[in-house]
């Protein structure tokens, strides 16, 4: 009995250890083969441009092409299902904007996909936060402003969105309770129809992506109120942040990262890590972000991970609380 017993422990150990040669060995050599970075987005937008501009620099650094494949549907939902089902080998990754990860699973009742069990978080690659503009012809220059609007009028004002669920919707819902308003939601199918409606004064406001929302504000077609990040854009130093505006506690915007089927072997997600932390050093890489209003992050998966489940929680409890739910 003895004998058996230790003969099953060493055999057992034997089989340990050659699991964690197979997986250093497999690390080692990796990557071997071209690796595909899935965008749950179509071509063109700015989740797109930034993969984009991480693949090339990264297809520099592993010494195989990384190729950007768009999988666009249902929110971003068709791209991440993919990733979650694939091999968890490290060839198939995800890179995602904050909504399908953080968003998108408290308002749809049934996703193919768990972003908390069925994906490896890799790197938080940057932050972006929106900007709440406003037709110049409403005569709301504060926020301060607008609140004392909304507090006269309830349920008068109108805030646009790029769509049911999105960060923009759901930074109207968190500014609503905050500030104890009633405002008008209004989806949009992306921001371009939204800041129309709004430089027409169709609708009178609107949290929107930097990218998009800074130029018209620029070209004086937009007034910016504020700015939902916790420090002032240097591309917009006069505008506050929503929190000295009066606005407690208020922080939202989106965010970009990579990730991985769950399950992937450690040290290939530690590679890929260390892969992107030396792209997102690069002057190129960090100047296009910088241009775009994002700002540069990085760090271990492990603090990716940690950031991820924060977002997630926040997210969850002002969807509930909003009640919004999407068929």
Request: net charge positive; glycine share 10%; proline share 7%.
């Amino acid at each position: 009995m003895i004998s058996t017993l230790v003969h099953w422990r060493r055999n057992l150990a034997l089989a340990a250890l050659a699991l964690v040669v197979a997986t250093g060995a497999f690390a080692q050599g990796y990557p071997d083969k071209p690796v595909k970075l899935i965008v749950p987005y179509a071509a063109g937008g700015s989740t797109d441009a930034t993969a984009r501009l991480l693949a090339k620099s990264l297809t520099e650094r592993l010494g195989q092409p990384v190729v950007v494949e768009n999988r666009a549907g249902a929110g971003g939902a068709i791209g991440h299902e993919f990733v979650a089902k694939a091999p968890a080998d490290g060839y198939t990754l995800l890179f995602s904007a904050a909504g399908p990860l953080t968003v998108t699973p408290h308002t749809y009742p049934k996703l193919g996909y768990d972003p908390v069990n069925g994906l490896e978080p890799i790197t938080l690659v940057a932050t972006q936060p929106l900007l709440l503009v406003a037709n110049p012809a409403l005569k709301i220059a504060s926020v301060g402003d607008l609140v004392r609007e909304a507090k006269a009028r309830p349920g008068k004002l109108t805030y646009g969105s790029f769509g049911n669920g999105s960060a923009a919707h759901l930074a109207g819902e968190y500014f609503k309770s905050l500030a104890g308003v009633d405002m008008v939601h209004v989806p949009y199918k992306g921001s371009g129809p939204a800041l129309v409606d709004l430089v027409a004064g169709q609708i009178d406001v609107m949290f929107d992506v930097f990218s998009t929302s800074a130029p018209l504000v620029k070209a004086g077609k937009l007034r910016a109120i504020a700015i939902t990040s916790t420090e002032r854009s240097p591309q917009f130093p006069q505008v506050p942040t929503m929190q000295e505006a009066g606005v407690a506690g208020f922080e939202a915007g989106t965010w970009f990262g990579l990730l991985a089927p769950a399950n992937t072997p450690q040290p290939i997600v530690d590679a890929l890590s260390k892969a992107t932390n030396a792209a997102l050093q690069e002057a190129s890489v960090r100047d296009v972000l910088s241009s775009q209003g994002a700002a540069v992050r990085g760090g271990t998966p492990e603090q990716f991970q940690r950031f991820f489940r924060s977002e997630y929680d926040k997210w969850g409890k002002i969807v509930k609380a909003a009640g919004i739910t999407i068929d």
